[in-house]
């Protein structure tokens, strides 16, 4: 059928080619199969709220990503490191709902 939707640009590369989802735009996981028109008419506003926890995450991740850059340096050369910082859990930084 000929049916309007809207999708959200997930990811693009250098290439050109882009990634997209209708699941970013849905308030809870499988609203789409049972609201459509609903989760159609909000979606910029979802989007939007998927776009700041997606930069959360990332930032989030970057942060872990330094720290432990960081850590391995210190290790390397040789560094006193007497204070030590437990790795953070892999379910702490990859959460239910950045499954794309």
């Known amino acids: 059928t000929d049916e309007m939707i809207k999708v959200y640009c997930v990811d693009s590369d250098e290439s050109g080619e882009l990634r997209w989802s209708i699941r970013a735009l849905e308030p809870t996981p499988g609203a789409i199969l049972f609201r459509k028109d609903k989760v159609f008419e909000q979606a ?3 989007a939007k ?3 700041e926890k997606q930069a959360a995450e990332r930032k989030k991740m970057d942060e872990n990503l330094m720290q432990s850059l960081k850590s391995f340096d210190d290790f390397a050369s040789g560094a006193d490191t007497t204070e030590t910082k437990a790795a953070p859990k892999t379910s702490d930084v990859l959460q239910d709902d950045d499954d794309f």
């Open 44 to 46: 910029e506003e979802t």
């Open 49 to 51: 709220i998927f776009f």
